[in-house]
C-alpha cells in the first residue's frame, strides 16, 4: 500500500502563496492518480484538483481554478499544490490522495495525515 506523507502547510495572510508537497511511498508512484482534497472545520471534505499518472489530465474545483496548481514529479515520488492568491475560505486540512485510475473519486484510494493551511484575513 503507498504512504503519503504531507508538508508544507501554514499560517499566511490573505493574498499569500504556500506550496503543499506530498511524497509517496513505494516505486510504482508513476503509475497513480493523485489529488488533493481539504476539510475545514464543521464541514465535508471537498475535492481540489487531480493529475493523472503522467501529468496529461488535471482538474480543479471551480473555487480554485485560477488560484491553484497541481503538479507531479514522478521521479521524486511527489505531487504538489501551488497555491497563490489564497483566501480565508481556503482554510482547511490538506490530504493527499493517490487511486489507482484517473478521474479520481471522493472516497477512495489512500489518505495522507494531512496539513493544515490558516488563512488570515
Known amino acids: 500500500q503507498v504512504q503519503l506523507v504531507e508538508s508544507g502547510g501554514g499560517l499566511v495572510q490573505a493574498g499569500g502563496s504556500l506550496r503543499l508537497s506530498c511524497v509517496a511511498s513505494g516505486r510504482t508512484f508513476g503509475s497513480y492518480a493523485m489529488g488533493w482534497f481539504r476539510q475545514a472545520p464543521g464541514k465535508e471534505r471537498e475535492f481540489v484538483a487531480s493529475?493523472?499518472?503522467?501529468?496529461?489530465?488535471?482538474y480543479y474545483a471551480e473555487s480554485v481554478k485560477g488560484r491553484f496548481t497541481i503538479s507531479r514529479d514522478n521521479a521524486k515520488n511527489t505531487v504538489y499544490l501551488q497555491m497563490n492568491n489564497l483566501k480565508p475560505e481556503d482554510t482547511a486540512v490538506y490530504y493527499c490522495?493517490?487511486?489507482?485510475?484517473?478521474?479520481?473519486?471522493?472516497?477512495?484510494?489512500?489518505w495522507g495525515q494531512g496539513t493544515q493551511v490558516t488563512v488570515s484575513s
Open positions: 493529475i493523472n499518472r503522467n501529468g496529461g489530465n488535471i
Open positions: 490522495n493517490v487511486q489507482t485510475f484517473y478521474p479520481i473519486r471522493a472516497n477512495a484510494g489512500s
